[in-house]
């Protein structure tokens, strides 16, 4: 069973890391492929890279969404 992760990080002005969210899908939705994960993976990633987007410094944000195992 895998699930989707996203990672959302704030840089400074001079690039250094400030601080990183890990985020859960709040239905806990699990999915028992890793190709069907990542289907949706690349969806959720657009849907927040539009968020970011509308910030009002978009290129200080660095987003990864992947998916995991969840029995591990």
């Known amino acids: 069973m895998f699930k989707i992760i996203a990672i959302v990080c704030l840089l400074s002005y001079n690039g250094h890391l400030l601080e990183c969210t890990r985020f859960l899908e ?15 993976a690349v969806h959720k990633y657009i849907q927040i890279q539009e968020i970011i987007n509308n910030f009002d410094f978009p290129e ?6 992947y998916c995991e195992n969840k029995s591990i």
């Open 26 to 40: 709040t239905d806990r939705r699990t999915f028992n492929t890793e190709e069907a994960c990542l289907d949706q």
């Open 60 to 65: 200080q944000y660095t987003l990864r969404v």
